[in-house]
């Protein structure tokens, strides 16, 4: 069964620095999909980037990155100059393919991030 | 460009009443549909999951149902709900097919108290 392990409940960082929120997963499946969601107090999900178990590059998507450890089963997120408004929940997940062939959607507990004026 | 609604926003239902939560997408077809559940502090536990309509695998027993009448239209339900129902519910869709690749993408949610 796959599992997807956040470790950090909150973070603080102050505006304008760099913060990496940690999330690990494990899973015995060769093909599966890492993704990084943001929960703003509003509740709704947004996707931030996505990476691929066979991509050989880490992930980007303007300021954020996905720092990929295949070896390491690890998955961690980079925000860089951060802002107010990355004030929020983030919440990492692991798809793969159900017995269906569907894709499923594992998600971890979370890390509130909070910025610091 | 694709857009998902989902209503109520907000509902407080007392135990042993029914629940009927809506989701639609517009701007796309053929999308599959996900019923997830949080509860407070909590990750995103996957409900029900639909690849077309009338087809809905259910990944939780319990006592919630769903429903897809229509291509983009998904239904969460209970004839009598419980305190544990009670939790933020998300709808989401990804473009339908298989694959591990393509992001959901979610609505805003309904928060709903069970008293």
């Known amino acids: 069964a796959q599992k997807i392990t ?3 409940p909150g973070m603080f960082v102050q505006e304008k620095e760099a913060v990496t929120l940690d999330c690990t997963y494990d899973t015995s499946d060769p ?15 947004i996707f ?30 980079v925000i860089s100059a951060s ?28 890390t509130k991030l909070q910025v610091i004026p | 460009s694709q857009t998902i609604h989902q209503w109520p926003a907000t509902l407080v239902q007392p135990v042993g009443s029914p629940l009927s939560l809506e989701c639609t997408v517009e701007g796309t077809s053929n ?16 409900l029900f999951y639909s690849v ?3 087809q809905i695998s259910s990944e939780v027993p319990q006592n919630l149902s769903a429903s897809r009448p229509q291509d983009r239209q998904f239904i969460l339900s209970s004839k009598k709900l419980l305190l544990s ?3 933020f519910y998300l709808c989401a869709w990804r473009d339908g097919g298989t694959g591990i690749r393509d992001e959901q993408y979610f609505g805003p949610g309904t928060r709903l108290t069970v008293t």
Request: charged share 15%; proline share 2%; net charge positive.
């Open chain 2, 52 to 54: 077309g309509i009338g």
């Open chain 1, 48 to 77: 931030l980037i996505y990476q691929g178990s066979y991509d050989q590059q880490n992930a980007t998507e303007g300021r954020y990155s996905l720092n990929f450890q295949k070896a390491r089963k690890s998955a961690n997120l």
């Open chain 2, 31 to 46: 999308p599959n549909l996900y019923w997830y559940r949080q509860a407070a502090g909590r990750g995103l536990q996957l």
């Open chain 2, 85 to 87: 129902d009670s939790g």
């Open chain 1, 31 to 45: 093909s599966y999909g890492l993704f990084w969601y943001k929960q703003p107090s509003s509740g709704e999900m």
């Open chain 1, 6 to 8: 956040q470790t950090q």
């Open chain 1, 83 to 110: 802002q107010l408004g990355d004030s929020a929940m983030y919440f990492c997940a692991m798809s793969d393919l159900n017995s269906g062939g569907y894709q499923k959607v594992t998600f971890g507990i979370g």
